[in-house]
């Protein structure tokens, strides 16, 4: 069975910082894409960022320069680290992974995590 856990979400002023992590569990599983999505109240969810296995990373206009999106791939486990945080960044944070499992591609979704930013 494989899972994606995401953690680190919570309630900070604006202007402070956040990191979320998402860690894949279950045995003989590679983790391909990562990828962060958040949802607004009212909104669709959009794509936040991105990382390749190899680590190229993508970013939305909306956060480049504030977030940085990271990845360990020996403890399968990829990270969103938010600085600078707005009030419209206020969300559900959503992991997303392209998992490689017994030669087969499959696609994860975190539970999600609230992040609320105060102005």
């Known amino acids: 069975q494989v899972q994606l856990v995401e953690s680190g979400g919570g309630l900070v002023q604006a202007g402070g910082s956040l990191t979320l992590s998402c860690a894949a569990s279950?045995?003989?599983?590679?983790?391909?894409?990562i990828h962060w999505y958040r949802q607004a109240p009212g909104k669709q969810r959009e794509l936040v960022a991105a990382i390749t296995r190899g680590g190229n990373t993508n970013y939305a206009d909306s956060v480049k320069g504030r977030f940085t999106v990271s990845r360990d791939n020996a403890k399968n486990t990829g990270y969103l680290q938010m600085n600078r945080l707005k009030p419209e960044d206020t969300a559900v944070y959503y992991c997303?992974?392209?998992?490689?499992?017994?030669?087969?591609?499959?696609?994860?979704w975190g539970q999600g995590t609230q992040v609320t930013v105060s102005s």
């Open positions: 997303n992974a392209n998992i490689i499992r017994y030669g087969s591609t499959r696609g994860y």
């Open positions: 279950g045995s003989m599983l590679v983790i391909d894409d």
